[in-house]
């Protein structure tokens, strides 16, 4: 019953929107990218993304198909409230996927949401630096922090869609008030933006975080120990999410990351503060490998809508 056949994988962010048919290897067969529609009418920002539905040309069956948000989401209504894409709240980005598939190829498809990182966690977890085993958690490092995990080869999704959010996990129960609503979370310490203010603060004078990475490797002091705290509240953040799903491998990507050993090494070191029982000793920090592991991932999650791909099929589904 089961026959070899390509999915669609959508990766819906706040400056692009990839689409693309994807094999079961993880070949890419066709790809579209179109930027994100920065208009405050949610239709707006639909309808580019439909009329690549129907420019992609899919044949006339019925799609599996996994699409990966901007969170939060909430999979249980199928609806996205992208932080960054303004004019979505609960914006019913399923019901959407379904209606132009329907009308693109005469078939109802099948689908399955994840946030970003989560569909992150699950192309690295699928092709990337967690290829090789069956638990890991993936961090992304860049204007913000997101997170995921897959834990015996299964997606820790949560009961709506958003669970290891690891940005916001409080290392700083006395800190300033986040965005979250919360106090003294990772994020508000470890984003690009947060360090480069912190560093700004302290006289330096640069401008992004690229910036800030390049002056931390040319040896500038205050950049230095702008990243050594920010990553030690990142370290917190991933040794907590390490310590309480018992996951050793973690790979971490995001803007940030692409510096390399100014951003890793002071991360390894701070771990070592942070994960210190036994079994998560020495966690296998690895860079995250791939440029797309999002829209991979989508389409890993479209793939175990017929249980095939790594991960596990759910039990029900
Ligand atoms: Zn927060």
Known sequence: MSVVTDVLALDIGGTKVALAVVAPSGDIVRELVVPTASSPAAEEVWAPIAAGIVDLGLEARSWDVGIGSAGPVAAGPGTVSPVNIGAWRAFPLVDRVRAALTAATGHAPRTALAGDGHCIALGEHWLGAGRDVA???GVVLSTGVGGGAILDDRLVAGSTGNAVHLGHISVNAWGNRCVCGGHGCVEMYARG??????AQARGWTGNDGIELTAAAAAGDRVA???????MRAAAAGIAATATELDIRRVVVGGGLAKAGEVIFAPLRRHLGDFAVLDYVRDLELRPAELPNAGLLGAASLALSLSGRGVLRARSGA
């Not at 933006?193 to 912190?198: D, E, I, Q, R």
């Open 135 to 137: 638990s890991m958690i």
């Open 193 to 198: 933006p947060a360090m480069v203010a912190a």
């Open 224 to 230: 230095v120990e702008t990243i050594e705290d920010g």
